[in-house]
């Protein structure tokens, strides 16, 4: 079945750019039907969706993160990624990909497939 | 952006207890929404989407009501494994949110 698999650094130093990828395994990250995303989690706090990108390579990103924010994917190896610039305590948080299931007229429906998500701590 | 507000923040129940969570959104979201269940130190699993269709491998005795601004998780006969943290999220407007959380224990 598809799994999901984060990676990057688990340290950034303030100021500096939130680096991480998505590994997907056991199916096209091409399919039609899904949007791959990052959500993270503030310790002890709740969700927040972070963007989403298509296979084609279109975008979306949350205005509180927008100017931030890039999402990437490569089709070729599977994966799709993060980046994160000018990073502060603020943006330390457990950072999950997951994958949405369908957007139907603007509409997003649910996140049916997450990684097991990876603790990104900023401290110089 | 569409605020989701869980009651109560968190619970306590006995083994066999029927548990319902609740979950109101800020303005109409129709049934674009989806519960999940996150155990300690795991990701989010998703239960329910669509307010009330069950998600494949999710025990029945999870079930998910509503329609507009207001809706309900109900645990049918609460079971030890069942212990975690319950979020709501809305999917009828850009950005998706979720709710704050509504912690699950045992008493």
């Known amino acids: 079945q598809v799994q999901l698999q984060e990676s990057g650094p688990g340290l950034v130093k303030p100021s500096q750019t939130l680096s991480l990828t998505c590994s997907v395994s056991g199916g096209p990250i091409s399919s039609g039907t899904y949007y791959w995303s990052w959500i993270r989690q503030h310790p002890g706090k709740g969700l927040e969706w972070i963007g989403y990108i298509y296979y084609t390579g279109s975008t979306y990103y949350n205005p509180s993160l927008k100017t931030r924010v890039a999402i990437s994917v490569d089709t070729s190896n599977n994966q799709f990624s993060l980046r994160l610039s000018s990073v502060t305590a603020a943006d330390m948080a457990v950072y999950y990909c997951a994958r949405l299931f369908e957007i139907i007229n603007g509409r997003v429906r649910y996140f049916d497939l997450w990684g097991r998500g990876t603790l990104v701590t900023v401290s110089s | 952006d569409i605020q989701m507000t869980q009651s109560p923040s968190s619970v306590s129940a006995s083994v066999g207890d029927r548990v319902t969570i609740s979950c109101r959104a800020s303005?109409?979201?129709?049934?674009?929404l989806a519960w999940y269940q996150q155990k300690p130190g795991k990701a989010p699993n998703l239960l329910i989407y669509?307010?009330?269709t069950l998600q494949s491998g999710v025990p029945s005795r999870f079930s998910g009501s509503g329609s507009g601004t207001d809706f309900t998780l109900t645990i049918s006969s609460l079971q030890p494994e069942d212990i975690a943290t319950y979020y709501c999220q809305q999917g009828d407007s850009f950005p998706s949110t979720f709710g704050q959380g509504t912690k699950l224990e045992i008493k």
């Open positions: 303005q109409d979201i129709s049934n674009f």
């Open positions: 669509t307010a009330s």
